[in-house]
């Protein structure tokens, strides 16, 4: 058996006396698509903070690649290729599209603390920027503040933040949330073309997105998991409809 | 072909460029002796606290660290360039480096402390930092001479050559090449990479770690950097009126410091040096007119700038700009 992208083992957040995210148990293996979805407030962003180390687990362990990484700081758990996008954005006003991805290419190559030469002139990390910022279709705007760009290119750009940081595990909290319909299919052609060999886990509300793009899906509801399988299962499984999808759904 | 990445560097290096404005700043700065000849003392007190002020302006306006402490660096860096003339050797350059080591040193101890709380906390153990330093100070009179302050600082000649004279003239030569030298590496600083990340922290800090960045290293070594600018700072006026008071301690000194940041505008250096040469100017003819009341004149001064351009003289005097240039093309 090969060692999964993620494990969790009895995962568990409280604030105060109210159970966030309970037990959890969760496996992601290398290379999968793999969705968690659930009803709103069963703890499925909660889930992408613990794993990503923007919160700490009141229990349990947490493992990428079978090392232990629960006590890791987030910059650390990017630096070993696991990088996350958020549901709101959370970018940079007053830098271009392209400074923004330059913050993450000099990271990764080690630049970040290099203060005696001018960012123009670390090509290596510009051409990195440069090919993210026209995978994702924002060349034409890389020099615009990113103020200046509408909400479904702030959300790419949230992508192209991700991608910059050439994560190995990439967590996609409802990268699709406010983007006009025409503009998250090419978003979806976007993430689905990664390498195999990047492991993809989505919260994602829209149905039809997850759906389409997953080989796997994770149900959570009150914290827990309810149940796991591929598209069809989960889509045939009466509790599932019971607790999520209600009755209209189409696979 | 030239791959579209080189374009992109292309237009990255444009906004790094040196722009004739700078150029007419510092051939002002050359020139303001001759005009002044009986002002140099008075000129080099305009460059020590421009110095000062870009201290702040890194730690504030590009790390975006609030900080109303500034003056720990300021009179550590004097006492520790007397306390070196006095005691180990007079030359100027070599107290310059001994003042710039103990306040970055300062800058790594005092780091931790505020960097785990949030702006006020940061505000509050900054102020502390300062207080405990200027007690320290008043209480350790025998070392540091007290209130009486510290006296009796004796400055070889620069290059062991140039000797320091009454008007101020070396003062201000010396001051100037040292505040330039420092410019210069806050401006590369600014527009390198390590800039960027600051950048990035002051405008977002929770995002920053999911971009890998180690945010409390990347602000350590910008708080020591700016402990470390506003220690030669503080040398250099200890070196140039050869006291170092009590005074350069005080919080009035940190709190004047984030006013003239204000006036002159924050992120840009370039407001750090206008700022306190208004200041500077503004405070010299106030006190000339009325000595007693300075400050109302000063506080009108702030208000007026603020009301008419929120992020200081640097900000109104670009729109100024853009504004004329685009009438003065308009067909």
């Given at each position: 058996?090969?060692?999964?992208?993620?494990?969790?083992?009895?995962?568990?957040?409280?604030?105060?006396?109210?159970?966030?995210?309970?037990?959890?148990?969760?496996?992601?293996?290398?290379?999968?698509?793999?969705?968690?979805?659930?009803?709103?407030?069963?703890?499925?962003?909660?889930?992408?903070?613990?794993?990503?180390?923007?919160?700490?687990?009141?229990?349990?362990?947490?493992?990428?690649?079978?090392?232990?990484?629960?006590?890791?700081?987030?910059?650390?758990?990017?630096?070993?290729?696991?990088?996350?996008?958020?549901?709101?954005?959370?970018?940079?006003?007053?830098?271009?599209?392209?400074?923004?991805?330059?913050?993450?290419?000099?990271?990764?190559?080690?630049?970040?603390?290099?203060?005696?030469?001018?960012?123009?002139?670390?090509?290596?990390?510009?051409?990195?920027?440069?090919?993210?910022?026209?995978?994702?279709?924002?060349?034409?705007?890389?020099?615009?503040?990113?103020?200046?760009?509408?909400?479904?290119?702030?959300?790419?750009?949230?992508?192209?933040?991700?991608?910059?940081?050439?994560?190995?595990?990439?967590?996609?909290?409802?990268?699709?949330?406010?983007?006009?319909?025409?503009?998250?299919?090419?978003?979806?052609?976007?993430?689905?073309?990664?390498?195999?060999?990047?492991?993809?886990?989505?919260?994602?509300?829209?149905?039809?997105?997850?759906?389409?793009?997953?080989?796997?899906i994770t149900v959570l509801v009150n914290g827990g998991v309810l149940t796991e399988g591929?598209?069809?299962?989960?889509?045939?499984?009466?509790?599932?409809?019971?607790?999520?999808?209600?009755?209209?759904?189409?696979? | 072909?030239?791959?579209?990445?080189?374009?992109?560097?292309?237009?990255?290096?444009?906004?790094?460029?040196?722009?004739?404005?700078?150029?007419?700043?510092?051939?002002?700065?050359?020139?303001?002796?001759?005009?002044?000849?009986?002002?140099?003392?008075?000129?080099?007190?305009?460059?020590?606290?421009?110095?000062?002020?870009?201290?702040?302006?890194?730690?504030?306006?590009?790390?975006?660290?609030?900080?109303?402490?500034?003056?720990?660096?300021?009179?550590?860096?004097?006492?520790?360039?007397?306390?070196?003339?006095?005691?180990?050797?007079?030359?100027?350059?070599?107290?310059?480096?001994?003042?710039?080591?103990?306040?970055?040193?300062?800058?790594?101890?005092?780091?931790?402390?505020?960097?785990?709380?949030?702006?006020?906390?940061?505000?509050?153990?900054?102020?502390?930092?300062?207080?405990?330093?200027?007690?320290?100070?008043?209480?350790?009179?025998?070392?540091?001479?007290?209130?009486?302050?510290?006296?009796?600082?004796?400055?070889?000649?620069?290059?062991?050559?140039?000797?320091?004279?009454?008007?101020?003239?070396?003062?201000?030569?010396?001051?100037?090449?040292?505040?330039?030298?420092?410019?210069?590496?806050?401006?590369?600083?600014?527009?390198?990479?390590?800039?960027?990340?600051?950048?990035?922290?002051?405008?977002?800090?929770?995002?920053?770690?999911?971009?890998?960045?180690?945010?409390?290293?990347?602000?350590?070594?910008?708080?020591?950097?700016?402990?470390?600018?506003?220690?030669?700072?503080?040398?250099?006026?200890?070196?140039?009126?050869?006291?170092?008071?009590?005074?350069?301690?005080?919080?009035?000194?940190?709190?004047?410091?984030?006013?003239?940041?204000?006036?002159?505008?924050?992120?840009?250096?370039?407001?750090?040096?206008?700022?306190?040469?208004?200041?500077?100017?503004?405070?010299?003819?106030?006190?000339?007119?009325?000595?007693?009341?300075?400050?109302?004149?000063?506080?009108?001064?702030?208000?007026?700038?603020?009301?008419?351009?929120?992020?200081?003289?640097?900000?109104?005097?670009?729109?100024?700009?853009?504004?004329?240039?685009?009438?003065?093309?308009?067909?």
């Amino acid at each position: 058996m090969t060692t999964p992208a993620i494990r969790t083992v009895g995962l568990t957040k409280r604030f105060g006396s109210f159970v966030v995210t309970n037990d959890v148990g969760l496996t992601v293996e290398t290379g999968a698509r793999q969705a968690i979805i659930g009803p709103n407030g069963a703890g499925k962003t909660t889930l992408i903070n613990l794993l990503t180390g923007f919160l700490e687990p009141s229990a349990g362990r947490i493992e990428l690649n079978g090392a232990d990484i629960t006590r890791l700081g987030q910059h650390e758990r990017v630096g070993r290729g696991l990088v996350r996008t958020f549901q709101i954005n959370r970018l940079f006003n007053d830098l271009t599209v392209l400074e923004s991805v330059l913050l993450a290419t000099n990271e990764r190559l080690g630049l970040g603390a290099v203060s005696w030469r001018r960012r123009s002139a670390c090509g290596g990390s510009i051409a990195e920027a440069w090919n993210v910022v026209e995978l994702l279709g924002l060349a034409e705007v890389a020099h615009l503040p990113t103020k200046a760009l509408s909400y479904g290119r702030q959300r790419l750009l949230e992508i192209a933040l991700a991608l910059a940081a050439k994560p190995t595990v990439l967590l996609l909290d409802e990268p699709a949330a406010g983007v006009p319909q025409g503009e998250s299919g090419e978003l979806f052609r976007t993430i689905s073309a990664l390498p195999r060999d990047v492991t993809v886990l989505l919260i994602e509300h829209d149905m039809e997105l997850v759906f389409g793009f997953a080989d796997r899906i994770t149900v959570l509801v009150n914290g827990g998991v309810l149940t796991e399988g591929s598209p069809e299962q989960i889509a045939k499984d009466p509790r599932v409809r019971e607790v999520y999808l209600g009755e209209a759904i189409v696979v | 072909m030239t791959p579209s990445w080189e374009a992109a560097a292309v237009r990255l290096r444009e906004r790094e460029r040196w722009k004739s404005p700078e150029t007419v700043f510092w051939c002002a700065a050359l020139v303001a002796p001759f005009v002044l000849p009986d002002d140099h003392l008075f000129l080099s007190q305009i460059a020590i606290l421009g110095l000062f002020c870009l201290s702040l302006d890194l730690v504030l306006g590009i790390a975006g660290i609030l900080s109303l402490g500034q003056a720990a660096f300021f009179g550590l860096g004097g006492y520790t360039a007397g306390l070196f003339a006095i005691h180990v050797d007079g030359d100027p350059l070599l107290g310059l480096v001994v003042a710039m080591v103990a306040t970055s040193l300062l800058g790594v101890l005092a780091a931790p402390l505020l960097l785990g709380g949030r702006d006020l906390t940061r505000l509050l153990i900054t102020v502390a930092v300062a207080g405990i330093l200027y007690e320290a100070a008043n209480k350790w009179s025998a070392v540091t001479g007290g209130v009486d302050g510290l006296q009796g600082i004796v400055i070889a000649p620069l290059f062991g050559k140039i000797e320091f004279d009454l008007g101020g003239t070396v003062a201000y030569w010396y001051a100037l090449a040292v505040l330039f030298l420092v410019f210069l590496g806050l401006r590369r600083l600014k527009s390198s990479p390590f800039g960027l990340a600051l950048a990035g922290i002051r405008l977002n800090p929770q995002r920053m770690p999911a971009l890998g960045v180690p945010v409390d290293r990347r602000l350590t070594v910008a708080y020591a950097i700016g402990g470390a600018v506003a220690g030669i700072a503080g040398a250099l006026l200890a070196q140039t009126t050869q006291f170092v008071s009590l005074d350069a301690l005080s919080f009035h000194r940190s709190a004047e410091l984030m006013l003239i940041l204000v006036l002159g505008g924050a992120g840009n250096l370039y407001g750090a040096l206008l700022g306190a040469i208004v200041f500077s100017v503004a405070h010299h003819l106030l006190s000339e007119i009325n000595p007693m009341y300075w400050q109302f004149w000063m506080g009108t001064l702030l208000i007026l700038i603020v009301l008419f351009a929120k992020d200081g003289l640097t900000g109104g005097l670009s729109r100024l700009r853009d504004h004329l240039w685009k009438g003065g093309t308009a067909p």
